[in-house]
């Protein structure tokens, strides 16, 4: 089993371009999460979502859009990228409440 | 407010020492309990986990964490490291309600040395 496929994982961007991180999973879980990791930070939720077809807010959601029009799948968008999105993004996905979250391997985004 | 606090950043501990991991939790709903580990430029995997029952919980590979309610605590302890023990650690919470979420704490880098 592939478990938490993250596509790409790494990406330069400049400054005000757009881009779209996907995460794909063959798992058939109903919760799907991005999360971004920063050094003495931990990570940060930044969307999550509950099913197919829906989407909800993390601690850190401003900057960040996401879909998940596939179960299998969930993206995450920057439409504008700032410096301050530099970062190691982490896509997870879960069967449900209180089961284990199964990870992709990163993406690491830098933004010049 | 829900939250999950790791007060040790860095943990340096000498091979075969034992070693305690900090995680607290504030939360006035019902919680699951996590610890995942993150080996350098991989993801996280599941170490883990309390839901409910016995407080105390295993690894396959040596550790445990016991849940502590009144103390709103869930540390993690190994009784003797190994050096391949060296990794970060993350204590992570589903507070239930509310969208149950899986909040991380800030993360405990342990090195373990010879």
């Known amino acids: 089993n592939a478990g938490v496929t993250q596509t790409p994982k790494f990406r330069v961007l400049k400054t005000g371009q757009s881009m779209t991180l996907l995460c794909a999973q063959d798992?058939?879980?109903?919760?799907m999460y991005w999360y971004r990791q920063d050094p003495g930070m931990g990570l940060r939720l930044i969307h999550y979502?509950?099913?197919?077809?829906?989407?909800a807010k993390g601690e850190v959601p401003d900057g960040y859009n996401v879909s998940r029009l596939k179960k299998q799948n969930f993206l995450l968008g920057l439409e504008s990228a700032a410096p301050s999105q530099t970062s190691v993004y982490f896509c997870?996905?879960?069967?449900?409440?209180?089961?284990?979250?199964?990870f992709g391997q990163g993406t690491r985004l830098t933004v010049v | 407010a829900q939250s999950v606090t790791q007060l040790d950043s860095q943990v340096p501990v000498f091979e075969e020492a034992p070693v305690e991991l900090r995680c607290n939790y504030s939360s006035s709903v019902s919680v699951y309990l996590f610890w995942y580990v993150q080996y350098p430029n991989q993801g996280l995997q599941l170490l883990l986990k309390?839901?409910?029952?016995?407080?105390l919980v295993e690894s396959i590979n040596g550790f445990e964490a016991e849940f502590n309610k009144s103390q709103t605590s869930f540390h993690l302890r190994k009784p003797s490291v190994h050096i391949s023990d060296t990794a970060e650690y993350f204590c992570?919470?589903?507070?239930?309600?509310?969208?149950?979420?899986?909040?991380f704490g800030t993360g405990t880098q342990l090195k373990v040395e010879l």
């Open positions: 309390y839901l409910s029952g016995s407080t």
């Open positions: 992570a919470v589903t507070f239930t309600g509310g969208g149950n979420k899986l909040t």
């Open positions: 798992m058939n879980h109903e919760y």
């Open positions: 997870a996905s879960s069967v449900a409440v209180g089961t284990e979250a199964f």
């Open positions: 979502s509950v099913g197919e077809g829906t989407t």
